[in-house]
């Protein structure tokens, strides 16, 4: 079993920047390969990033790409998600994800752990 916690979310301004942590414990969380998703009102959950268990392997949304970076610290069993440039349209909880397979995909299905979740609203 591996334990999820997301914090860093908030409001923020078009164009502004945040970054979300995802703490990881139980489970080599090393092991584990990782991936952020989001859900806005109204809207099913969407894949975002992922990040294979040794950093060696990372994928983007076409929504994000150039604008968001994932990264992981595996030493701090912590996952993260830089977001810069955002806009209205990145308004979504986050949530971040592990997976017992070697390279999870974009599926949610892929994923085995979840975390609660963290709001991030853009807007003036």
Do not use: H
Request: glycine share 12%.
């Amino acid at each position: 079993q591996v334990q999820l916690v997301e914090s860093g979310g908030g409001l923020v301004q078009p164009g502004g920047s945040l970054r979300l942590s995802c703490a990881g414990s139980g489970r080599t969380f090393s092991r584990v390969s990782m991936g952020w998703f989001r859900q806005a009102p109204g809207k099913e959950r969407e894949f975002v990033a992922r990040i294979a268990w040794s950093g060696g392997f990372i994928d983007y949304a076409d929504s994000v790409k150039g604008r968001f970076t994932i990264s992981r610290d595996n030493a701090k069993s912590t996952l993260y998600l830089q977001m810069n440039s955002l806009k209205p349209d990145d308004t979504a909880v986050y949530y971040c994800s592990g997976s017992e397979l070697l390279m999870a995909g974009r599926r949610q299905n892929d994923y085995n752990y979840w975390g609660q979740g963290t709001q991030v609203t853009v807007s003036s």
